[in-house]
């Protein structure tokens, strides 16, 4: 999936000055000046009149417009047509000069929260900035520099000393440090060497490297980062959408009470001027201007923030959804553990070599794509151990794998696959319990008839992984748990290390998807972080999922509620305290306006307000809401 839609470096966020609608409110604000002035340097009032009436026509020119096409095409009543209606009101009744007020100060809140939901939007998009806009390539021995968008799949290009990495590749030669700092917003570099994978926008440090490009400029992490957190903001939350279902209701409700304030009084024989006026103060103060920008302003800034710290949000929903999390369950290889799991003991059985056993395994684990079997393949290649095609592949899920060497079967897998073979013996199962309470995972090589040797591979922990459980724990998170498909043993001194309330093991992907619906029923709701790929069952059954390590790996930003583009699980704490800070921005905004709106219905009804008092507080209020959205871009 391309990124079509990304903002190119040739779109940098407009002026201020700029704006049609900065324009137009400046122009209306210099006419009322001038009417305003005029009027007491006694300018004729036709004239005074008439400088208001140019303010009215053309500062009301964009939300007018607006307004008319929201009732027309859309048989809709919003806050723009209740603004018109008072505007025109305000004038029949000979109060222009209130009139062109309320319209200047109506069109430049509406400018300036145009602008800062453009603001907010285009924190986003900058992060193309961090790009380079052109690229040394190597094509035909020859090195050129072309734009970064003509960077074809399997073309070359070099990368000098503090240059920023043109798209998504692999070192070819070169080695060197990359800060990844732009991408998973961890500022400590990572050593890239040949055959290493490296991401756009990401700073090379002290080496040059030759990197084969192997995603287009659209393609690759950063633009996708781009694409999809755009896409977010289209994803909105129970609360967002039920204040734009309010506001949708609200608008012609407040409109209906405006007339019945304007016309009711009239049977008791009431000054109709007097209340037609406060009708129209009704109006203006009733709209819910605030209310309804308090939230989108929000989120908006917030999706921003998050994307340049690393944590790729898929919508505001997932914000407001996290608030709520009682449970976090997190998985052991790949988000507790390092990742790199590495084979620690060999141990030969029956008179068989270690050197037999490591080539056996790795013929049979040859095939397979479990990490574990990377470990054995890696220690194979590091002691330069030959081994032969094996024949017959066949995984046995959750179990290990069976395979023919020169026609004789094999079998490799956990301790239950030889357990039901019944080749256990009693001794034996005291050196695996020995391995696993050292927290390592244990598999065995065997036939039919016989166990070979036994393999111990260990996955270290990551170091932050107690910090994090600590961390989640004092913010009131109720309970985090451990699932694994690991053993029981292995399982429970990883979990003990990391601190967690309850450990799960020899669980199966469906299994941890059925665990993850049992601990929501329990405790609440739970959020589920895992590799996105494994997991991607438990992480879709969750509250929330969350992909730890995203970057470069295109299942899991699909998969996941939530992805954290680097490593660090530190990462986990602040993504929930982000969630309540900008879930407390959004209750202040609320709170604020409603109080707001409240003050000026009774001041309006009463007759304490004027009109001009009634529309200045009522942009103010907008304005502060606005200010107070946008402090999620410094969060």
Sequence with gaps: MGCSTCISHKEPMPRLWQNPQVITATIAGLLLTIGFVGSYLTLPRIIANGFYVGAVL??????????????????????????????????IMGQWAEAATLVFLYSISEAAEGYSGERARHAIRALMDLAPKTALVRRNNTEFRIPIEEIHIGDEFIVLPGESLATDGEVISGHSSVNQAPITGESIPVEKTIGSKVFSATINGEGTLTVRATKKFADNTLSRIIFLVEKAQDKKGRSQRFIERFGNLYSPFILLVGILIATLPLLFGQPWQEWV???????????????????????????????????????GLYLEQLVKIKVIALDKTGTLTQGKPKVTDIIPLNNHTRNQILNAAATLESRSQHPMAQAILQQANEENIQYNPVEQFKSLTGSGVLGFINGKKFYIGNPKLFIDMNLLIETLTQEINKLQAAGKTVVLLGTDKEILGLIAIADPLRPTARQMVSNLKSMGIERVVMLTGDNLITASSIGEQAGVDEVFSDLSPEDKTRKVEELERRYGKVMMVGDGVNDAPALAAAHVGVAMGAVGTDVALETADVALMGENLLKLPYLIEFSRRTWNIILQNLGLSIIVIGSLVVGAVTGYFTLPIAVLAHEISELIVIASGLRMLRS
């Design 58 to 91: 053309i500062g009301g020119y964009y939300f007018a417009r607006e307004a008319i096409d929201e009732f027309i095409k859309e048989y809709e009543i919003g806050i723009e047509f209740l603004m018109s209606l008072a505007a025109i009101v305000a004038g």
């Design 277 to 315: 006026i406060r009708a129209t103060v009704f109006i203006v103060a009733a709209a819910p201007c605030a209310l309804v920008i308090s939230i989108p302003i929000t989120l908006v800034a917030a999706l921003g923030t998050a994307s340049r710290n690393g944590i790729l949000l898929k919508g």
